[in-house]
């Protein structure tokens, strides 16, 4: 195993030491992540006159491309397009090959993306008070998907049950495409997804979204209440992506990647490429992403631990 972990290294650095920056994307090509590396890679480029490399490394829910960064060169040249998944993993999973906390050095905190709470458009549930009380009614009798046990979805649809004091049956699917196409077909009553992806079936009239998870409303979606308004007081659970660097990188070029990398995020193409799609950009302080990953750690320990969800 230490023999192919050091390929793989090999294989990952050696391109990099002699283009410019590689961003591991620890994720499949086409989504979101990989969307906003190569929009960002397209900002470096111009901006650090250096050439930027995408690598798709997806796996193990995100932990194969976070070891080949974590155990990469700490100087600049290879990034970590991390998500929430950073910040679960540590509960998740009984062991992981890195320590989240000092294996990476924050750089820049890119997005914030909430969930929806959808329903099917045919289904009786008007409000997320109706769906409370139905679930209420019969503990257990309804169902949700989500794109596998241990995700952000499904973790936030937890989260969800804890605050409202229901149980509702989870039915975990192998991704999050399967798991939409259930609620399309009405084998499931609800599923918990990301404005990217759902806004387009409530604008088509086939889903309807009870809430959404963020503390405020969506622009994009502004008919929309949070739960928090719907009678869960001060709830949030809302997705992330962003830039992390080797543990041990040099101050002076976390700053240098946190100032090039903010500029791309705040520019006017990231903005037109991004909002419309309901993802909100934070482009933050290396300090205060630090601090967030921290925190996230801790909020997601309770969702883990109530959804039984484990991984050896």
């Known amino acids: 195993m230490r023999a192919v972990i050091a390929l793989l290294l ?3 650095a050696m391109p ?5 920056i590689a961003i591991v994307v620890p994720f499949p090509p086409g989504g979101l992540a990989d969307v906003m590396a190569r929009l960002v890679g397209e900002q470096l480029r111009e901006r650090l006159g250096q050439p930027v490399v995408i690598d798709n490394r997806p796996g193990a829910g995100g932990i194969v491309g976070a070891r080949l960064v974590a155990q990469a060169p700490p100087d600049g040249s290879v990034l970590l397009l991390g998500n929430t998944n950073l910040a679960v993993n540590p509960s998740l999973y009984r062991s992981l090959p890195y320590e989240t906390l000092t294996a990476f050095a924050p750089i820049i905190q890119a997005v914030a993306v909430p969930n929806f709470i959808l329903v099917h458009a045919g289904t009786p549930y008007r409000s997320l008070a109706e769906f409370v009380a139905a679930a209420r009614a019969r503990p257990g009798a309804l169902n949700y998907s989500s794109a596998g046990n241990g995700t952000f979805p499904h973790l936030a649809f937890v989260l969800f049950m804890l605050k409202a004091g229901i149980e509702v049956t989870h039915v975990p699917y192998n991704g999050a495409a399967p798991a939409l196409q259930a609620l399309l077909a009405q084998q499931v009553e609800a599923l918990s997804n990301d404005p990217p992806t759902a806004l387009p ?3 088509s009239g086939a889903l309807r979204a009870l809430g959404i998870t ?3 409303r969506l622009p994009q979606a502004p008919e929309v209440p949070t739960l928090a308004e719907q009678g869960l007081p001060g709830f949030a ?4 992506q962003g830039f992390l660097a080797p543990g041990g990188t040099p101050a002076p070029v976390i700053a240098r990647l946190h100032a090039a990398i903010q500029a791309a995020m705040t520019a006017p193409a990231m903005r037109e490429k991004l909002e419309p799609q309901g993802v909100r950009i934070v482009a933050g302080s290396t300090a205060d992403f630090a601090a967030f990953l921290r925190a996230d750690i801790d909020r997601w320990r309770e969702a883990v631990r109530a959804s039984g969800a484990s991984v050896e």
């Open 201 to 203: 079936h409530m604008r």
């Open 10 to 12: 090999l294989l990952v």
């Open 214 to 216: 963020s503390n405020e």
């Open 16 to 20: 990099v030491r002699a283009q410019g």
């Open 237 to 240: 659970a809302v997705g992330w």
